[in-house]
């Protein structure tokens, strides 16, 4: 009988608990807080790279990003928000420091994430295709900054217009907005690259690569 009450308890199987139950058990467990790390490091490894550029800093923010979360983690509060957008506030933070130390204008490399989601096995629509992507990411880079780093939010990290609001820090009515606005200008400006470009005709309509780019937002959306 009393090997009954000498049992040790089941472990708790981490993969299972949700966020908001997690954040609390890692405020005292290690383990917990691991299994957040495993969550999420690589989705935070990304964000940082699409806003450096390479890997060697990205590595050394992302670890940055999580030494910090683990020395604030006791005094985290849910306000309703996922935690990972508070992660990403923190990385954020840490990227904008990062650029403000070098003085330079930031430059994301979204040609990986936007070629991947492109791929097609025909070699004459991979070359429209390329070159689609090219002028999309030259209209891209023509944002201010805080609109790059809007799309990557948006398309590369898929976060919510709320999750962006609190990285932003803006409010989520202020984040459709910008959206909106990013969106139609990305669109005008490829326009009128198109404006300025004679199409091929074919068959008496004129085409021309510029044609599809404006819904490769979309495409690659998807």
């Known amino acids: 009988m009393m090997k009954l009450f000498n049992r040790k308890p089941k472990p708790i199987d981490l993969k299972d608990v949700p966020d908001t139950e997690l954040v609390e058990l890692a405020k005292t467990s290690k383990d917990a807080f691991g299994e957040l790390y495993e969550r999420y490091v690589t989705k935070i490894y990304n964000y940082i790279y699409y806003r450096t550029g390479n890997h060697h800093d990205a590595e050394d923010l992302t670890a940055r990003v999580f030494f910090r979360a683990i020395a604030h983690i006791e005094t985290y509060t849910d306000r309703g928000v996922p935690f990972q957008a508070w992660l990403y506030r923190i990385a954020h933070n840490l990227v904008a420091n990062w650029h403000r130390d070098r003085s330079r204008r930031k430059i994301i490399p979204l040609d990986e994430f936007i070629a991947s989601g492109l791929r097609s096995e025909s070699p004459d629509a991979y070359t429209e295709d390329r070159e689609e992507r090219a002028l999309l990411l030259a209209a891209i ?82």
């Open 141 to 222: 880079r023509r944002l201010p900054e805080e609109r790059q780093q809007l799309l990557v939010l948006k398309f590369v990290e898929r976060l919510s217009n709320a999750e962006v609001g609190v990285i932003m820090d803006r409010t989520e009515g202020a984040i459709k907005s910008l959206y909106h606005r990013t969106l139609i200008a990305l669109r005008n400006d490829l326009q009128a690259l198109q404006s300025d470009q004679p199409g091929d005709v074919e068959g008496g309509n004129q085409r021309h690569p510029l044609d599809d780019a404006a819904g490769l937002l979309k495409r690659a959306q998807k």
